[in-house]
């Protein structure tokens, strides 16, 4: 009789509904709404580190990008004025004044720059950004004429040369004037 029971049970095609106040089935249930949250929750913390690592990435290569350039830019001068000791104006000169030279740079310099000026070397004195050099008027001419002068042959700590200067960046301009 009980295999017949058993057979019975098989011929009939009825669905099974739980109980719903069966403690077996709330527990399912509550098991799957805490995997849905937890998988929720997995999928929100993916998606803040995915973020968080796009920002880290974007703001690594801006910095690389940023750092090339600098890497491969040459300093330049920013500063340079010309003036003469002069009692009359420190835009003339004549025999026995001195003139000086002051410049400054956008970065520290790693050597001392080279200074000519009316085509003599001169010495240069400063460090780092900031430097000066002096010219003693040793002759006049027989006309008026603006000093000239060049700075050349300098260097960052990268060893990038920057490009000779030969004017002034405040229009300062130095005029020996002639022997009278």
């Known amino acids: 009789m009980a ?3 058993f ?13 719903p106040n069966d403690d077996i089935v709330e527990d399912d249930f509550q098991a799957e709404k805490k995997e849905k949250k ?11 580190v995915f ?4 920002l880290v990435l974007i703001g690594v290569a801006a910095y690389s990008v940023y750092n090339m350039y ?5 300093p330049m001068v920013s500063t340079v004025h010309i003036e003469s000791d002069n009692i009359n104006g420190h835009h003339i000169a004549v025999y026995g004044n001195m003139i000086t030279l002051s410049f400054s740079f956008n970065e520290e310099i790693s050597n001392v720059p080279t200074v000519t000026i009316q085509n003599k070397k ?3 004195f400063g460090s780092g950004k900031n430097f000066y050099a002096k010219y003693f008027v040793q002759q006049q ?4 004429e603006e000093v000239q002068f060049m700075i050349y042959n300098y260097q960052d700590e990268l060893k990038k040369v920057g490009s000779p200067i030969t004017a002034t960046t405040d229009e300062s301009k130095v005029t020996i004037l002639a022997f009278s």
């Open 122 to 124: 001169v010495e240069v």
């Open 51 to 54: 973020v968080v690592v796009a």
């Open 3 to 5: 295999g017949k029971y």
């Open 141 to 144: 001419g027989d006309v008026d």
């Open 38 to 48: 937890k998988n929720h929750r997995t999928k929100a913390t993916i998606l803040v």
């Open 7 to 19: 057979e019975d049970e098989l011929v009939d095609d009825e669905e099974f509904f739980p109980d």
């Open 70 to 74: 600098i890497m491969n830019r040459a």
